[in-house]
Every structure is written in C-alpha cells, then in structure tokens.
C-alpha cells in the first residue's frame, strides 16, 4: 500500500490534537483518524507545516505519525519529514516507513534560489533518505519562499524516480498544473499524482485543470471529498454550487497565522477532535474571530447541514 | 477637498487603460472616471501598485494623475507616489497636488526591517514631500515584506500629523483593525481613517471590525460601494449575501501575477475600458483561464445582473 | 568610444558629491573626474549603487552623468541605468548615450528569484532601451538578493549581444570567474570583459582567475589602478605587497551602511571632492569612525606615501 | 563553570572534524580541543552555523558535544541547541548542560521581522528550554536576515536574565558595541560580555571599542588569543600589526559557502585535525583556490612563523 502516482481523491492534512496543558491528546488522533476514514478520505498527511511538526520532539513526531498509520489502516499516511538537515530527515523518514507510511513529503529549505540550487537539494535528500521511498514533493512558493518552475519541476521528476506527487500548492497555480499536464502529453515528462493545497481556495478549477485531488486541511475534509468526487463525475454545477457554499468559510480559515485556531475550532465543534488546543507558541482566536467564525457556520448550514454544530 | 481623517466609502483603485499598442488609452481613463463616479465611489487611487506605475515613465504619470483629477471633479483622487528615491517621491508628489489631487498615497521600501528603520523612513519620506500633503500609509506585507505592527503604524500616526489614512492591506488583518480601533479608544493613537484592500477578500468582516470603506481594485466596484453602505446601515445578511455572491470571483482575481489581467478582462468586458491590453511586460489569461471568468461571471449573474455582460 | 567587450582596467565607481546644505558640488564632479583621469582610470561609471542615484531626481541625474562624460573625455563613462520599471530605464538609458555615454549598466530587480525571471527580465530590458546601446549585466546577489549561476549568465550573454561586460560582484565570487572564463575556452559563451567589484576585497586573486580589471569604488581608484597592472606585468609580489597594505582600510570601508561614509570622508581628505557629505538619508560617520580611519589611514602611509593625508 | 557575563577572551567556533566516508572523526575532536587549551583559548562553541551541526541527527550531536566537553575540561563549551521548533531546542538544551556544558547559543529563526516578534521568539525559546540555563544570544544578520537594534538587544537582555553574552556578528557593527556598552553605562541595561564574530574581520577595532574577546572560528585561533591579549594589555600596534598579516587569510576564509573547507584544509594541513573532509552536502576547494591558500600562507608565515606548514 505504499503511494503510487496513481494517487488520487482527498489527503487530508491533519492537525497535531493537543490538549489543553500540552500534550499530545491521543484520544483524539484516534477519533479524527476515523472521522477521515468514514468521510472517505483516501489519505491523511501528518507532521505537515499545519500539523505544529517543529513543536514535537523526535520521540513525539514518530508516535504520532505511528499511532495514525495503525489507526487509519484503510488509508494511506503520508509523513512529513522536511528538515534542516538530512540527519534529521533520513532518521525520521527511515522510521516512518518503518511504522507502515505510504511515503513521506519533502519540502525545498527557504535559502533555496536558482534553479540548480533546488534539483541539487532534492537529488541530495533522496541520497540521504534513499531511493527506495516514494515521496511527495511540495511545491508552496508562499510560505517556503522558494519558487520552481514547471521546468524544475519535470527536472525533479525525470531525475527522481522515487517522486510520485505533486502536492501543488503554488499561488496562483491553475496554468502550472495545465503545464505540467502538457508535459505529460508531449512525453516529456512522466505522469505523476497531483494533489492542490492552499486550503482548497482553488479546488474548484484545479479538479478541471487535472488535478487528482486535494491534499490541504479545511475542517470539512468532507467537502473536499465530495467536490473531487462531483468534479470527477462531471457534475460541474454540483460542485461549484457546493464548494461555493464554502468559500466564505473556507477563506476564512485559509488566513495566514491565525488560520490552524479557526481549523481546530471548528474541527472541535464538530466534534473530530475534543480541543482546539494549540502547543505554545500557539495563535489564538479572538472573541470577535469565534463570533465571526460561529456566524459563518451558521450560514453555511443552511446550504450543508454539516455545518449545524 | 483635500482627504481627511473623515475619509470612507470606496476608493477605486484604477488600473491604467492602455491600448493594445501599449499607448495610453485616454478615452478609457476618462469613461473609467466616469463608471467609477456613477456607481458612487468616493475616491479613486492611481499609480497604485496594480497601476502599472512604473511602466509609465515622470511625463506620462503625472498626465494619467492629472487626467483622472480633472475628469472625476466629484471624487477625491489620491496618488500613488511611492519610489526607490526621495527625489523622485518629492518630485511626484508636489506635481500631484499641484494637479488638484486630494491625498498621496506611500508604501514602505521592502529593505525595511525593524521597527525604528520603518518609522524613521516615513519621517524622511515626510520631510522630502512636505508635512502640507495629506498622505495615506500603506501597509501591505504579502507584497512589500515590510511588516508593521500595530505599534509601529501609531507611532507614524503619532509622529507624522500629516497622515490622515491607514490603507489596510495587512493578511490576515482583522485583529489589527480591532487593535487600532481600541488605541483610538483608550487616547493613545489620534483617529485616522481605515480603508481596506487586498481585493475586497475579507471587506464583510473588515466593516463590521471598524474599517470605514474599502480602497482596493475589484472589477465590480459597484459591489464594493454597495456593501460598505449595507454594512453602515446595519444590514449584515444583505451585506454578506451580496458579499458571498462575489467572493468566488473576487478570490479568483485577487490571484497575484494574473489578478490584473483578470480585472482588465472583466472590466472591458463590462464596457468600463475598451481594451484589456497591459503595457509590456505584462501578465495575460489563457483561453482556459478566460473561459473560467466567463463561468464565474455567468453563475454571478444568477444573483447579480451587473455580472450580465 | 563606445564600451566593447575589450574594456579592461579600473573603472571607478563615482560617488555623487554634494555640498553640505545638499546640493549638487558640481565644482567637485569635476575635480573627481580630473582625479580619475589623472591616476589612469579607464572609465568612470556614475548613478550606481554607491552614487546615491535614487536620491536624484530625473534631471539631477542626467545632469550629473553629461557632467561627468563631458569632464572625462578621455575615459569611458558607463551610467547606471537600473529602475523599477522600463520605461524610466529607457528613458535614462537613451538620454545617456545621447550625452556620450559609453555604455549603460543593468542591474535586476530584487524580486527575481528562478533563472527563467532572471533572463526574461534582462530581455525584456533590452527590448526596452533597445538593442544598440552597449551595457554592462550587474551581477551583486549580496545587495540585491539575486542569483545568477554561470549558466544563467552565459544564457542573458548568448542571447543579447549588446551586453559587453559582466560587472562581477558574486562573494565569493572566484570559481564563478574561472567558470565563465572556461565556457569562453570551450565555445559555449562569447568572450565578454569582466571587471569586479566588492570594494575590490579579492581583486589580487580576481585578475589571477582571469578579470580584466577592477570597477569599484574604493577610496584610493589608484590602488586598484596599479594592481590591475602589475598583476597583467605577471609581478604577482608587488601586486600582493601593495594590495595587502591597504586591505585593512579597503575592509573597513567595506562596510554595508557605513562605507560610502568612510569612503567620502578619505577622498574629501585627500581633496578629490570637496565635502564628505551625503545627501538626506545618508550615513555618517561617528567620531569613533573617524578616529579609527585616520589611524588606518596613518598605518598605511608607511607603506603608501598617498595616504599621507 | 557555567557561562557568566564576565566571560571573556577566545571562545573558537569548532568545526565537526569527519573521516573522508563521513563519520564523525573522535580522534580529531580530541586532537582539536587539545590545541584550543594549548593555544589559550577560554572557551569552545560547538554545533554552531560553521559546525555542520543540521548534518548531524540528535544522537551525534550531543556525543560530540558530550565528547568535546570532557576532553576540553578546563574550557566552557557553549553548545548551539538553535532549532526550527522549541521541542527539539528544549530536548538539547537539557542534555547538553547534563553533560557539562557551560551554556548555550540560541540564534533567532529566519522568519522573524518585527521587533516584538523578535523578544517575544527569545521569551518563548527561555521558557522552553527553562530559565536556569546561561545562554548566548546570536546576533548574525547577514545569514539569518533578522535584524535586531541595540534596542531590541537591550530588551532581551533586561526581560531575561539568563542571557550572559552576546555574540556579536553584525556586519558592520562597531557602532553596535559602542551602543550597547553605552547603555551599561547609562545604567538602561544591566552589564553582557560581548564576544565577536564575523571570522574576526573586525575584532582589531572590535575590542578596542569594548568587546570582551572573539567567539569565531578562523583557523589560527591563537591569533585571535594573541590579538585579544595584545588588545587588552594596551599594545595597539602590536595588535594591528599581527592582525593586519592574517587579514589577506582571515578575509579569504571569511568567504560563504567556500570558507568552512578553507578552514578545514588549513586546520588538517597544521595537523590540529586530521583531515578536511565535510559531511554531504559539502562544499570543496578547487585546485586553483587551494593553491590560492597555499599562497597565502606561505606569505603569512613571513610574519607568523606558525603559518609555515
């Protein structure tokens, strides 16, 4: 069951549950590892940039990763191992795959500028990691401060046979999926899996564009789930009509910072997990933000019931 | 009718019509004036960033800032007059409101880092134009990688009496508009006037947090006209529902890089400018990404008849 | 007398002098120039990094490059000609030539980041000044955060054949040298003149890797002046001897912020210009500073009469 | 023996000395701290920046420290525990002050901007790792881009009393020395030892502006003794007059990315480890910058007979 680039469907980019004084709140990995799995996630991508990875020590970040490919054993976990070195980063990728991960993602370090820096960065984490593990390469210009081109990008790719998916997440990035297809078509490139992050702000048209999937971590992965399935049905207007219901809320929680408290608030209501408990050092909500976000989810309930919590 | 502290509504900001040949598109600055003063905007920003000011060189700026002064006598113009210079920021600046422009409008430099290098440049920046012009600050991270905290833009308050609006374009930026609200309220910081930006993706919270308008370059401003004034009269359902009626076309211009082309197409599309043309080198929409503003603006004119066109 | 790709010797990086009150010291502009003629200079460039030209406004600044080209009519004087956007570049850049200008130099814009941006944007510069006008491609990642690998610069050579010079300004910046020097051996690169830069903090073992000379703006042009030669003589100890004898003063104005203080305040010294003054914001130099330069200044005239100040 | 604001004197930067297959080289280490007590140095830094500490995983790490602490037994060993998440910090922190370690090194994370971000990091970092643990705070803004002022150095150092030493690694930044010891002077903060950095291209004018000695790792660290000690006891030409023969090295070292193998290769070649090799991915020196090396030191050794290997 390791990830293949015939990966599809939804990847839900999961947060680290904590309790209130800290800890990690394995009760409740349980019950969001299940939530995914009844909602019909295909996979579930822990120790990412939302999952407060930098905040666990080693121990911690392979028990959790441990605890939710046991518990989430119809779906595939992919783990994320970026790091500053690649010690690190082999001893948690090693270990990950170990436990039962279907692979790992890797993500270029922000110092990373011309585009040989960056080949040369992934051909060196592969050497590190070994080639033997299928890896998700995550493309987030935004927040890494890193930019590749399609062109890098099939680079890394015809280089690497080990990477299977694309977890595209740049900004704007409809023409960069309709590229790398192209590249596909014309056989310049081998096909690989792409899965579109940045909340899901862009689902919608990615799904048109080719994408084969979500992996991004919206409190209604349900959603997720059911605009790939529409898109792919070719229920276009269905699926507008339900990602736009959405979209007011789904921006909402896409803001930079504060966005991991609205997630894991709602999620809480929701009842996915039991707090929204952030290790320090944390964002919070405000009064004012849960009462914008309560407002929200109130009118989003009128056109998904989901959202009545 | 120089601008005030007292300063709210909308202010358009406009993008530089040229022709396909890249020449200024003189007709279409004017009937641009005129569609912005008939759907009740209160100003109008040029030589913005999505202005494409620095494609126009020191004759052709101060001509489209003198243009559009002249052609909107009714609404407040502010200029643009950032630049890497002070000389060059002066230069401009004086020439504006010579021209009959109500305020100038300056982003910091994106070398700033601390605190004490963001205030001390807009001293210096204040200096070289004179503390007589009305000047707007902008404060705008995502772009410029300058990040003022709350603290810093009310020291410039405090020190420059001379700037009488804060554009707000911070991401997220909700709590930042509760915090300089509550430094008017407890004395520490004199009240200035609040117009939000980044494409209108988040005015319905922004209102009812204390903005007094919006300042920003969305194709319908008409919408942004229409929700400022429900939200001030207490109508939130009828300001959201208008609101999330745009939002998953506002979201799709609001796209860095393509966002303008984007604008461009709808806003000729809707017979506000002639052509969608961008002087060289510009950004342009693919036929797939043309066919998707068509969708957008077809299930928009369900809601919206403006969006008929 | 236009700039080729045979230049080669000590073009002086030319501060812009002002008098005290901030005006232009023209009388001093013209001692400079007769100073860099005098020690053997090959070229002057003006408006660069160092030559506070974003402190000039659009007049200033061709006035004081047609000064400089009139006064050094024996040398050829480049003229900066960088600018946030093309239409001021093409502006400055054709005004410069008109007045005499030998050749026009280009720096890239710090957003740039992969090596598609980067050559695009140079091609784009070039259709936009034209390409007749000879120039000089700067290559100075520690200021402008840009970076260039060879092969990106063998690519804006191949395919723009007006660019005669590579000013070098890579730290480190050796291999990069030898690098380009090899791919001219081996036929995949035009030859090209390359000068460096960096305050000429490695220029004893720049001319070794292959440089054809010096364009910075140390205090003491004639120092790099008479390393260029020896070094070309093939008498390596004498050009080490001299070299190392100033590289404590040479280091100390090195400095980022400070070092156009330090360097003003010796060439004032040394009667080049009449005044150390920077026009507003500049540095300045602490009386700690001066004490410190002076007595670098006192060590070095044991070893270098010129510094007897 | 712990870390306390009376420091002073040469703390050397310790590289990681490897075998050519890349394990970690235990006899070198011992050799290696062996020299440093030998030449006089007070104290060693490991796991720093130049330590290649991100090559090592979380077991390797703290055996060389553990080892490098035993073996320099009448040294301090400051041990640099900076990480991108406060989990991985606290975890070597507490290790490595259980083995012995006078201290440690925290440096702020790329990210930070604005000087409440940059308190409010160290306030997060002390209450991570506990209050009772001497540290040094890491002021390198070159290549971390975090840029703090005196002011924001004197509001860690007044919140948090834990805070010993700064290691001074601004560039320029002798003004910052003298700020920040004018401040002990006005009695505003309380009395740190400073310790510079910058591969001591600087710490002729550093000490004499009121450093307590170096914290860098140049490869003649008895240099930096002599220099500190020459400094100390009023003997300024002597002081410049060594320092002034090493700076043609100390500034060829001083280069990025290249300047830890040049480092490596003159360390092996004075027999203080036993070979120059970096973990992968390394940097290495050409043929050509050896021979430059090579050249150097057999200049240098004219004045410093210890550069004659």
């Known amino acids: 069951m390791q990830l293949t680039n015939k990966a599809e469907g939804t990847f839900a980019i999961a947060p680290t549950p904590f309790d209130p004084e800290g800890g990690i709140d394995v009760k409740s990995v349980d019950s969001m590892c299940d939530f995914y799995t009844e909602v019909g996630c295909s996979g579930i991508t822990v120790l990412g940039i939302m999952g407060e990875a930098p905040k666990l020590d080693a121990d911690e970040a392979i028990a959790v990763a441990s605890q939710v490919i046991k518990r989430a054993d119809k779906l595939q976990v992919v783990v994320g191992v970026s790091a500053p070195g690649f010690a690190a980063m082999r001893s948690l990728a090693r270990k990950a795959m170990d436990a039962g991960a279907a692979g790992v993602m890797i993500a270029p370090i922000p110092s990373l500028r011309t585009d040989d820096q960056i080949v040369t960065y992934f051909k060196q984490a592969i ?182 919590v």
């Open 127 to 308: 050497e590190a990691i070994g080639s033997d593990i299928p890896w998700v390469l995550q493309d987030y210009p935004l927040t890494l401060s890193v930019q590749m081109t399609p062109g890098v990008i099939r680079r890394i790719i015809q280089d690497l046979p080990s990477c299977v998916m694309l977890k595209h997440e740049d900004w704007p990035g409809l023409e960069k999926i309709s590229t790398l297809r192209g590249f596909e078509k014309d056989g310049s490139m081998r096909p690989i899996s792409i899965l579109t992050g940045n909340g899901g702000l862009f689902l919608d048209f990615e799904m048109e564009r080719g994408a084969d999937g979500a992996m991004t971590g919206y409190a209604f992965p349900d959603m997720l789930v059911d605009v790939v399935r529409l898109s792919k049905e070719g229920r276009r207007e269905d699926a507008h009509d339900l990602f736009d219901a959405h979209l007011p809320l789904a921006r909402y929680e896409q803001q930079q910072g504060v966005g991991l408290a609205v997630r894991k608030y709602v999620m809480a209501k929701r009842g996915i997990i039991a707090h929204d408990a952030q290790r320090k050092p944390g964002s919070s909500l405000s009064a004012a933000g849960r009462a914008e976000v309560d407002y929200l989810l109130a009118r989003l309930a009128i056109k998904d019931k989901r959202a009545a």
